[in-house]
Structures are given as C-alpha cells and as structure tokens.
C-alpha cells in the first residue's frame, strides 16, 4: 500500500515544483542565507521536561536535575545558527520540591529540591548553565494545594483539633462542616472541620484569600526569582477561582508581587477551563494560559492536521486569540500538542505516517507566542498505553542504542526504541522529525515577526486544506501558508494585495525524499528527490504537506 500511495503522491505533484537531485539545478535553501538570532524576552520555545523521567545521571532509576545539565547541549548550544541541537531557549521543569509522591504536585517543602532530583547546589548550577545558553527556566509552582504532610497542615490539624482556627488553619481551606437531621427537617453545624481538596485528601488546598498564604507564597516567588528563575507554571488555576477566592484577583496580586523582584518575570497557567473564563482569567494581567482546547489527541491541531482542513484551524485560532487579547492586550498565546496529563501525540499521529508528525509540528509552532514542545515529542515517542498518566511519562530516548533505565511509577522501565531512533540517530538524519523541528525553530529565530507578531488576517483559497494567514509586528509583515492536503501539491497566486513582491524567506517540506521511481528512499541514497516550494511570476506551487513563509523583498537603494 505504501508503494502505491507514494506513486500517487509524486503524479500529483506539478512540474512547475522546483526539484533539487536527479540531476535538476541546485537547490539553493533560503534559511542558509540568513542568521539566526537568540531571544532576549519573553518569547521562548519552551520545552516541558517531566524531572522524573528524562534523564539519570546517578544509575538509581530516576531522572534528576544533573542528568538535564548533562544534555543541555542537545536542547541548545548555545549558538542559534547551529544545526545540531533541538534550539530550545525556554524549559518548563514539573515540580522539584520535596514531595512523598514520584510526580512531585503535592509539595512539603518549597524551599527545597526532592532529594531524588538533586540538591540546591545542583539547580544553582543548572541555572547556570542555562543561562550560558540563552535558555530561560520556568518553574511548575503548585499554589492550589499543599501535601497533607507538609509542616504547616500538620500543625493546623492539631490547632483544629484543640479548637483553634486562628493559627495555621488560617494557611487552608478549613471550615466547620454540617450534618442534616432527617427527624428535625434541619442542617446542624458540626464541631468537625473539613478541609477542602479539589484532586485528594492528600492534597489541601490553601487558603488563597489569607494574608498569612500569601506572605508566604510573596517568599516562596521571592526565594526561587533571587536563585534565577526566569518565571513559573502555576498549576491548576481553574481552581483558584474557588470557593470565596477570586481567582482573577489572587493572580493580579501574584503577578504583580513577581514583578518587584524580575520586571520580565514569565507566568503561564494551567487553566482547561471554558473559553469565557480563561479570557476573564486573562485580566489579571498573566502573561499566558495553555490553549487546552487546540491540544490532546482529540484537540483542534492533531484532527485537523490528519482530516487536511487548513482552513478551519486558522479561524479558529484567530479567533480564540482575538478574544484572549480584548481582555490583556500583552497576552502570549501558548499552543501545545501534549504534555504530562494526556496521551502523546504520537499516538494519534504516528500512526498516519511521519509527514503527519512534522505538519502538527510546523502547523503548531509557527502560531505566534511561546509554544511548548513536550519532552520526546520532537523524536515521536509514544505511550505504552492510552489509560494512565505514568504511561504518558515514560523515559526520554537519547540512544535507541542504549536505552535508559528509568522507573516510572506505575509503568516500571518501559524504555524502548521509538519508531524513528532515538535523538543520537535522528541527530544524524537531515530528513529526521527532530532535524525538523530544530529547523522550525531555526526559522522562527530568523524571523521574529513569527513569534511576536498578531494574526492580523486570514488569507482563503479555493482550497480547504490550505491554512494562510499574516502576522505583523513591528512594522513587518508575513505570510504564513500551509498545505495541509498530504497527496496533491497546491498552486496558489499570490497577489500585491496579499503581498508585494513576495520572496520565500523558508520553507518545510514534511514528506520524505523520494527516488526516481516515486517510492520513499533512505536519505543517503544520492539520487534522491527532494520537493521544493517555489514562486514563478505571482503563482506558488506547495508540495504536499509543506509551509511556507513569504515576505515583501528588499530592494536596493
């Protein structure tokens, strides 16, 4: 079936598309001709790593923080004109404080590192080492609740129990309960008290509302800023709106309190809530919230990509940013495919072909704002299964070689190869998905506007699987178009109205190269085809599942 739908594939493709190989003039690669330059603010490619799971430095089976100092090389050099390295310059670690459970979200000291990760010592350094780097370091803060062992609801329980809720009851969610008498028709106080929690018992919520919770929480930010984090993951905002808490108002006073110790302090939070209520989130003034709705395998990016509808997604993200911006006007979109809570990417997309893993990516990434790239995802790992959250934790593969020995709660060593190799392998492959999204990002650092611009337009075609769209910022302006159909090329002209004498600044081509015959090859077979966007006289021809970037050209004085 493959032969076939590969000699379907190349018969659609226009002559008119410039071909490199088989003896057809050089191609001559845009992205070569221009630098790269490294961020400076605050927007980032970030890059989610579940501490647990990435990487072992000490042999005892869990990952730590000296095993992703030992890999900074491979998420970035330093140097943003390089190709070796993925290009990260932002990294998203979950939690790393002291914790009784391996995923670390229910916290007893946050003033500390988990034992099982490292010491203060050892974040100092990688901070550090980060930061030599260009890269910035979020934090994963858990203000929602607390571990039922943590010191300060150990004390409350006993001040409770004495009677006493003017003491550390004061950090919780602690109210007197109630009980209904059947006989009497009448709800009765109870001399009880109830702490809420919105995931377990094990997990109290604090009090968010006490001046006491937020002096502490004011030296908690304070403690981690002055040690050089760059900004923090608050989660589960949803429930900061909770109870007799204002959440838009607790995170205005947050946001506000992060900033007298780092002016440029990043906060994006983790809110699936509905649309209306993530927007009324946004008038506290924080700088993001993750678009749920867009990720998981059931989300807007992974099914239009695999049902080719490049137009719909557009709108909906234009959309959905139009209205996040009407109520903070400074908002950074954050688009993701999956990260720790849901099932991987892979999974839906691995299954329709490698083409379909590098379309999400370049449809994903190149959406304006700070995308978040979940660890393993730009090699195509896959989860075991779809039902557990371990299994969505499984070990980083950095030699499909020499496969790491990490326990995952739950799961045990699932370690195995990916489909594609592990990262040493794909390093090595031009045509990999990670050679792919370092070359997305690659571009991006080339061009700014893709980033930090707006969405100020749409651009349709009489083709539904094209997603066109302008993004401006600074007085520039792109043109961002993708060919989402995975068979047939696309001819589209490209007016002075769109843009004024266009020039490809990059493009991605998401399908293999081919040999001579039309069937896929290996990508050292030296009479291998390559497909090329191209534009000839106001009419751009797209091989199948490709992007392109277009800008006015310059023209010499």
């Known amino acids: 079936m493959k032969k076939i739908f590969t000699l379907l594939l190349i018969a659609s493709i226009s002559t008119s598309a410039i071909l490199a190989g088989c003896g057809t003039k050089e191609y001559e690669d845009p992205v070569n001709t221009l630098t790269a330059t490294a961020s400076t603010d605050k927007y980032r490619n970030y890059y989610q790593i579940f501490v647990n799971s990435f990487a072992d430095s000490n042999g005892d089976q869990v990952g730590d923080l000296q095993g992703i100092i030992d890999n900074l090389d491979y998420l970035n050099d330093g140097d943003p004109n390089t190709g070796n390295d993925l290009g990260v310059d932002g990294i998203w670690l979950t939690p790393i404080m002291p914790s009784p459970s391996y995923h670390k979200y229910d916290v007893t000291d946050y003033y500390n590192i988990d034992p099982d990760f490292g010491t203060l010592e050892t974040f100092d350094k990688l901070v550090s080492e980060c930061h030599k780097r260009g890269i910035n370091i979020i934090l994963d803060l858990v203000l929602n609740h607390a571990s039922s062992q943590h010191p300060y609801y150990l004390k409350a329980v006993e001040e409770v129990e004495e009677g006493n809720l003017d003491g550390y009851a004061q950090y919780f969610e602690i109210h007197p309960t109630s009980y209904f008498d059947s006989d009497t028709q009448t709800n009765y106080l109870s ?182 790239i979940y660890y393993g995802e730009e090699i195509g790992i896959t989860a075991p299964n779809t039902t557990s959250d371990s299994a969505y934790r499984t070990p980083m593969i950095f030699d499909s070689n020499n496969l790491p020995n990490i326990w995952v709660n739950g799961v045990g060593d699932v370690a195995k190869d990916t489909k594609y190799g592990g990262a040493k392998q794909q390093q090595a492959d031009p045509n990999s998905l990670l050679s792919f999204y370092s070359r997305i990002i690659k571009i991006k650092n080339q061009n700014p506007e893709i980033a930090r611009g707006k969405i100020t337009g749409l651009q349709t075609f009489d083709n539904t699987a094209i997603c066109a769209y302008y993004v401006e910022y600074n007085g520039t302006k792109l043109m961002i178009i993708h060919n989402m159909n995975a068979e047939e090329n696309a001819e589209l002209t490209i007016t002075d109205d769109m843009i004024a004498n266009p020039e490809i600044r990059a493009e991605l081509v998401a399908s293999f190269p081919v040999d001579k015959d039309g069937a896929f090859t290996s990508t050292e077979d030296e009479n291998a085809v390559y497909q090329h966007t191209a534009i000839k006289e106001g009419v751009l021809t797209m091989p199948a599942q490709s992007t392109v970037i277009l800008k006015t050209a310059e023209t010499a004085e």
Not at 211 to 218: G, Q, S
Request: charged share 25%.
């Open 191 to 372: 001399h009880a008290m109830a702490c809420e929690a919105n995931f377990t018992e094990e997990m109290p919520e604090w009090n968010l509302n006490s001046e006491k919770t937020r002096e502490e929480f004011a030296k908690i930010t304070k403690f981690w800023l002055d040690r050089g984090v760059d900004g923090f993951r608050l989660d589960a905002v949803k429930y900061f709106s909770n109870k007799s808490t204002d959440g838009t108002e607790f995170l205005n006073w947050f946001c506000d309190k992060c900033k007298e110790t780092n002016p440029d302090v990043y906060v994006v939070g983790e809110n699936w809530d509905d649309d209306s209520k993530i927007q009324e989130i946004f008038k506290s003034g924080i700088d993001s919230q993750f678009a749920f709705k867009f990720s998981q395998s059931s989300g807007t990016l992974t099914t239009e990509v695999i049902a080719q509808r490049g137009t719909a997604i557009a709108k909906k993200v234009m959309k959905y940013n139009d209205k996040m911006y009407s109520n903070n006007e400074n908002y950074i979109p954050t688009m993701f495919l999956s990260n720790h809570d849901m099932v991987r990417s892979g999974n839906s997309l691995e299954p329709k072909g490698l083409s379909y893993e590098k379309m999400a990516a370049s449809v994903y990434m190149l959406f304006p704002g700070n995308p978040f």
